[in-house]
């Protein structure tokens, strides 16, 4: 789905998303995001949207992942804002273009399932829905969403694509990349090493999005953020680690085949299988 209506399919879903962030905005949320009771207005006028808008389902090992692209930064923070910090208007970081969100409650599907109960002549949903809600995983689901802009703040002048294009490939990087951290989790939860980690899942933007895997490509991103993923004592070896990064994403370049390249999520998982960082 593309366009103006993604937000508002999805906030048949999410009704919590009718609530405009704001200080005094926590009651409203609270009854949306817990109880599935929206406000009487169902205003959207705090999003924007756009026709680029896109929610999409990426198939992966792990099962499907659900995307929401949300092509106007102020709407993406607004999104943020309501999902992630209770409707409250806190700052969200320029830094921050993607994040997923899990265990989130799909009121949409509650919806769904109540009608299919009661045309099927059920008469106790309240019951019925305490019955099913006990089940794990009833009723929640899991959803990134991305923003626009130059993945990990690379210019494209710093890359062999024009502006256009660079826009493009690093939603894809960004989109896949997230994906990547999601497929991580569902199968290997315990599995955790900060910055393999990021390695592996921009191996899979990559993949995904130019078809092939650019160390020097790789390095640019990690140059603008490794900050992010070094602990205090890491940190002062910050040009040891980054040293060490340039010699990592060389290997996996050199690994990188027809196979893996038309596969990046089992290559992810072989990468995860055999590390070549221990942090």
């Keep these: ?50 026709e680029e808008d896109e929610l999409r389902v990426v198939d992966t090992p792990a099962g499907p992942v659900e995307v929401v692209y ?26 921050v273009g993607a994040i997923t969100y899990s265990g989130l409650a799909d009121w949409g599907e509650v919806a769904r399932q109540r009608e299919e109960y009661i045309a099927g002549g059920g008469t106790d949903w309240r019951t019925e829905f305490a019955r099913r809600a006990k089940v794990k995983g009833a009723f929640r689901i899991e959803i990134v969403i991305i923003s626009e802009g130059p993945y990990s703040n690379v210019s494209a002048e710093r890359t ?3 502006s256009d294009t660079w826009l493009n490939i690093s939603r894809e990087i960004r989109l896949h990349h997230e994906c990547a951290h999601v497929v991580c989790r569902r199968t290997m939860p315990g599995d955790i090493l900060p910055i393999w980690d990021e390695v592996t899942a921009d191996v899979v933007g990559l993949l995904c999005a130019t078809q092939r895997y650019d160390a ?3 390095m640019l991103f990690f ?45 992810l998982l072989e990468l995860k299988r055999t590390p070549l960082l221990t942090y």
Aim: proline letters at 6%.
């Design 1 to 50: 789905m593309r366009g103006h209506e993604v937000i508002a399919t999805l906030a048949k879903r999410f009704p919590q998303l009718y609530v405009a962030p704001a200080v005094d905005a926590f009651e409203a949320y609270r009854l949306a995001a817990g109880r599935g009771v929206a406000p009487a207005d169902k205003s959207l006028s705090h999003f924007v949207t756009t």
């Design 160 to 162: 062999p694509y024009d």
């Design 223 to 267: 140059n603008e953020r490794i900050a992010e993923y070094l602990n205090e004592e890491q940190a002062k070896r910050t040009d040891e680690i980054l040293a060490e990064l340039r010699d990592v994403c060389a290997r996996v370049e050199a690994q990188v085949g027809e196979e893996q390249t038309a596969h990046p999520f089992d290559f």
């Design 216 to 218: 020097n490509l790789a």
């Design 70 to 95: 949300l092509a106007n930064r102020q709407d993406f923070e607004t999104f943020l804002q309501i999902i992630g910090h209770k409707a409250q208007p806190d700052p969200i970081l320029r830094s």
